[in-house]
């Protein structure tokens, strides 16, 4: 049984709701279970407490809030749920490393020239974003970065966005590639967190594809049948494959077809138990006895 759309329904309340009480009998509530078996389900599928979550997420806010903004720092406090200036605080040098006082004075200066030299270096190679490359049909009509506002959790998120694209048949890929040794003659579960803005056109998804050494893809999702389009919020969103002996190599990234923007955090990769259903999406179909259809008269079934 999957519960990745209960998992998704609480944390859409959850982000509906951030600036507001939150309790975890509610959010279970959302989701049709009781507290003490949802808080199980939650932090298995996420890898975090619902209470970890909402307190990581009001973090964010806060952080973006203080670079972004004017507000004072005990209104920020009581806006995202702390009850006083210094148990925010406490909270903040927890996570950020700085009082939020000083994290306002040192990052704000270090992020418009932390954008200048991103920005020269995406000029000159095409690839900010340490470990990642661009790729997909079109990869000169998409943008790929690290976004300092618009972020899930910590200091930045990356992002995949259409700078020329007019077409849902041209899409670009924000991706990795590593060998499948770690992962081999198991079921894996990738997983991050994703938001869209204006995917109007093509889609939105998270992908992962395993191949064998001669090149063959042995297992491949890429949520065609379950994408993000439109314009989402946060939410947890998940892969499972798995990697069958033979496997050489897998890759994986956040894809965008047509216009828009795509935002992903928090990528994660873990064995799973094969209770858990993968989501291997069939590249061939089952070979019939004889040939079928050739007059084009039948329905599909």
């Keep these: 049984m999957s519960y990745q ?11 509906r709701n951030l600036e507001r009480e939150l309790t975890g009998e509610r959010i279970a509530a959302e989701a049709g279970f009781s507290f003490h078996h949802f808080h199980r389900i939650f932090r298995s ?8 979550y909402i307190r990581s997420r009001r973090l964010a806010g806060a952080a973006s809030a203080l670079l972004h903004t004017d507000e004072r720092i005990l209104d920020l406090a009581l806006r995202f749920g702390f009850e006083s200036q210094e148990a925010f605080g ?14 306002r004075r040192w990052m704000g200066g270090m992020l418009s020239r932390e954008d200048d030299s991103m920005q020269t270096k995406q000029d000159q190679t095409g690839a900010p974003v340490k470990g990642w490359f661009l790729s997909g049909s079109h990869p000169f009509h998409y943008e790929m970065g690290i976004d300092r506002k618009e972020v899930h959790r910590g200091t930045g998120s990356g992002y995949l966005k259409s700078v020329m694209s007019d077409s ?5 890929t924000m991706m990795q590639a590593f060998r499948a040794d770690k992962f081999r003659g198991k079921r894996v ?12 056109q093509g889609f939105a998804a998270l992908w992962m594809r395993v191949d064998a050494a001669d090149g063959d893809v042995l297992q491949f999702d890429n949520m065609a049948n379950r994408p993000l389009t439109g314009t989402t919020d946060w939410n947890h969103y998940a892969i499972v494959l ?15 077809s047509g216009t828009g923007q795509l935002w992903v955090d ?21 070979l019939h006895d004889e040939p079928v259809n050739l007059s084009f008269e039948e329905d599909i079934r």
Excluded: C, H, W
Excluded at 5 to 15: C, F, H, L, R, S
Excluded at 168 to 172: A, L, M, V, W
Excluded at 242 to 256: E, H, K, N, Y
Excluded at 271 to 276: A, F, L, S, W, Y
């Design 5 to 15: 759309p209960a998992v998704q329904k609480t944390i859409d309340y959850i982000e």
């Design 45 to 52: 599928e996420t890898g975090m407490t619902m209470s970890d």
């Design 90 to 103: 406490r909270a903040f040098k927890k996570i950020y490393g700085l009082p939020p006082a000083r994290y």
């Design 168 to 172: 849902p048949e041209q899409f670009g």
């Design 189 to 200: 579960r990738l997983s991050a967190f994703a938001k869209t803005r204006g995917v109007e």
């Design 242 to 256: 798995d990697v069958p002996p033979r496997s050489d190599s897998i890759s994986f990234g956040a894809l965008l």
């Design 266 to 286: 928090g990528f994660s990769f873990e064995e799973v138990p094969d209770t858990v259903p993968t989501t291997n999406l069939e590249t061939s179909g089952t």
